[in-house]
């Protein structure tokens, strides 16, 4: 079975390093990074992920921002999904911070202005690093500004859902998630058939601060 992998807010696919480093060989893995444009809705993500899998059937995680392509993913007839791993994850509006965030200035965030140090304790807590801070700005710079502000405008006007998924599905709930509120696991409790919470130890960022962990619940999902 393989494992695709969507990505975050980001939308590149290079966060995913800490995962791929440790995860097992002997699975498949796909990374899809979205497509770099702005305008795009979930819908047409989630069609263009579906032309890169194809016919054969498989396992998809989808990090935060990507919970929603996954939604609009399984949807589709065409795709033949086993399970859909949700991590940090959100079909809700997200947090107090989503309103806020949409108006941040990109391009001073970009620029390395705010202190590295600040940055990396804000999304990293206690795990943060030079070599996932640096990961971070890798990954964000290979965004233009205008795609990030679109993806934070939609982040804030969440469609409201209400078709039930019933592929199989696990949540991955970081212990320590500033920017994902607990109470957003609820929408998925109502909207999956059949699904199984893991939480974590980590940060919403939680692939980077807990590979290992993560790794491990993959490990049993991808069979």
């Known amino acids: 079975m393989k494992l695709v992998l ?26 899809i990074p979205l497509k770099q444009e702005a305008q795009l809705t979930y819908s047409e993500q989630a069609k ?32 033949k999904l086993s399970h859909i791993v949700f991590v940090a994850s959100f079909i809700g509006a997200p947090s107090f911070i989503a309103p806020i965030a949409q108006f941040l200035p990109m391009n001073i965030v970009k620029s390395g202005f705010i202190p590295r140090k600040f940055v990396g304790k804000f999304l990293f807590g206690s795990y943060a690093s030079e070599e996932l801070v640096n990961l971070f700005y890798n990954s964000l710079n290979k965004v233009e500004t205008n795609v990030i502000k679109w993806r934070l405008k939609q982040v804030v006007s969440i469609p409201e859902v209400s078709e039930k998924i019933d592929i199989p599905c696990t949540y991955m709930q970081a212990t ?5 509120l607990k109470s957003s696991l609820e929408k998925f409790r109502e909207l999956c058939s059949s699904l199984v919470v893991e939480e974590i130890d980590g940060t919403h960022f939680l692939l980077q601060t807990n590979p290992a962990r993560s790794a491990e619940v993959l490990s049993g999902i991808v069979v």
């Open 6 to 31: 969507l990505p975050g807010l980001d939308g590149t696919g290079v966060l995913f390093q800490p995962l791929l480093s440790i995860l097992s060989s002997e699975i498949k893995v796909q990374v």
């Open 48 to 79: 263009y992920v579906a032309s890169l899998i194809g016919k054969e059937e498989v396992v998809v995680l989808a990090e935060s921002y990507s919970g929603l392509v996954a939604y609009e993913l399984a949807k589709l007839d065409h795709v």
């Open 176 to 180: 320590q998630d500033n920017l994902v």
